[in-house]
Nanobody, 120 residues
Framework: QVQLVESGGGLVQAGGSLRLSCAASGRTFGINAMGWYRQAPGKQRELVATITNGGRTNYADSVKGRFTISRDNAKNTVYLQMNSLKTEDTAVYYC??????????????WGQGSQVTVSS
């Protein structure tokens, strides 16, 4: 079992910044990557960014250059730094523990979700 606890999020004006954190605990055998997803109202959940244990990152085109995913292995924590936020970034953000051997595959381990609201 893997437990993922998110923190951060909130309300920010367009152009502002927020940082999300996801702390992992439990048995992480087989997990070699972490990802952030988001789901806006009426839309499907989409992959935003991923990072492997080795530090390889990948981003959705919509967030490239604005969002940065990072990890602190000593703390078993993954971060999503979100800069230059746009109203279309408004969504519930979820972290996920997954597997990445070239492309990211999510597991059934999800964080509780963090609301990010960007106002105009």
């Amino acid at each position: 079992q893997v437990q993922l606890v998110e923190s951060g999020g909130g309300l920010v004006q367009a152009g502002g910044s927020l940082r999300l954190s996801c702390a992992a605990s439990g048995r992480t055998f087989g997990i070699n990557a972490m990802g952030w997803y988001r789901q806006a109202p009426g839309k499907q959940r989409e992959l935003v960014a991923t990072i492997t244990n080795g530090g390889r990152t990948n981003y959705a085109d919509s967030v490239k250059g604005r969002f940065t995913i990072s990890r602190d292995n000593a703390k078993n924590t993954v971060y999503l730094q979100m800069n230059s936020l746009k109203t279309e970034d408004t969504a519930v953000y979820y972290c996920n523990a997954g597997i990445d051997w070239g492309s990211y595959s999510p597991s059934n381990y999800w964080g509780q979700g963090s609301q990010v609201t960007v106002s105009s």
